[in-house]
């Protein structure tokens, strides 16, 4: 099992520096939010992309993909019913791809809330193919770059599409794509399951899981609230689960080398308690 982090946390830090930081705290690896790097990626030069691998490889520091995909620029929907605005989100995916893959990332985690929720006068069901449609277009390119695409289930308060590990379950079997996988957010699993940890042994036994997002329920770092990580940890550790935890917090106080610093110190504590 590895820890990585997400680097929007380090608001205007350059990107070698996160790396380095990070790299010094002890995580293994960096997760990317696409608009720390640039308001749309589709600008951003081979050169750029070149020098952001080997500021990873200088620092020890293994980018495991890309996550937040849709936040910028604005106007993308995965299933609107506008093909015009499908066609450009589209796009868009496979460009994301296209830059994981050249900075040496293998994850594109597909959160996106708003750029998913469906809309009453859409329909539901069509509303679900459309998006069905738009990730099995995305898939071929993901597929030759050899990229996993995965979907995360979040808050019913943020999105009304995928909320529930189940739900992603199902779309991910009917869609039956090797490089179509599961990432699970602890935050949301907390509130959306009936038991976090139930959920997550139905999300490892399906053999689709590939990352998971950890922070505790008020969104803040492991170990800054409530939530208590010793048994999703257990619960990993007996399966074997050899993929990346990752921090992602929604609440960036006190300050970025605080919460990583506690983060990691808490998350390392329990693991080498449970050894």
Same mark, same amino acid.
């Given at each position: 099992?590895?820890?990585? !982090?997400? @680097? ?20 293994? $690896? ?5 608009? =720390? ?12 992309? /070149?020098? !952001?691998?080997?500021?990873?490889? %200088?620092?020890?520091?293994?980018i495991? #993909? ?12 995965i299933? &609107? ?15 994301? !791809? &296209?830059?994981? *893959? ?37 898939? %071929? ?16 308060? @943020?999105? @009304?599409? !995928? @909320? ?14 090797? &490089? ?22 139905? *999300?490892?036994k ?12 008020? $969104?803040?770092?492991?170990?800054? $609230?409530? =939530? ?6 257990? /619960? ?6 050899? $993929? ?9 106080g ?14 390392? #504590? ?5 050894e």
């Amino acid at each position: 099992m590895k820890i990585a !982090i997400c @680097n929007e946390l380090f608001q205007g830090w350059p990107i070698q520096k996160v790396f380095d930081y990070a790299a010094g705290l002890g995580y293994d $690896g960096v997760e990317i939010a696409p608009f =720390t790097l640039a308001d749309s990626v589709v600008g951003l030069s081979q050169k750029k992309r /070149t020098e !952001i691998r080997r500021a990873a490889d %200088k620092s020890g520091i293994e980018i495991v #993909g890309l996550h937040l995909l849709l936040a910028k620029p604005e106007g993308f929907h995965i299933s &609107h019913p506008d093909e015009i605005i499908r066609v450009r989100t589209q796009e868009y995916i496979e460009a994301l !791809i &296209h830059l994981c *893959a050249d900075i040496g990332g293998e994850l594109l985690l597909h959160g996106s809330s708003h750029q998913r929720r469906i809309e009453d006068k859409w329909g539901w069901t069509e509303s679900r193919e459309r998006a069905k449609e738009t990730f099995e277009i995305c898939l %071929k390119t993901a597929r030759r770059r050899k990229v996993t695409y995965c979907i995360e289930p979040l808050l019913k308060a @943020n999105t @009304n599409f !995928i @909320n529930t590990v189940d739900e992603a379950l199902r779309l991910i079997e009917e869609i039956k794509q090797p &490089h179509f996988k599961l990432v699970m957010d602890c935050r949301s699993a907390s509130v959306q399951e009936r038991s976090l940890t139930d959920a997550l042994v139905r *999300a490892i036994k399906s053999g689709h899981l590939r990352h998971i997002h950890i922070s505790d329920v008020s $969104g803040r770092g492991p170990g800054f $609230g409530d =939530t208590k990580f010793t048994s999703i940890l257990k /619960t990993l550790t007996k399966y074997k689960y050899r $993929g990346y935890i990752s921090v992602e917090v929604f609440d960036y106080g006190p300050d970025p080398q605080t919460i990583a610093s506690r983060s990691i110190g808490y998350l390392k #504590g329990i693991l080498e308690a449970l050894e």
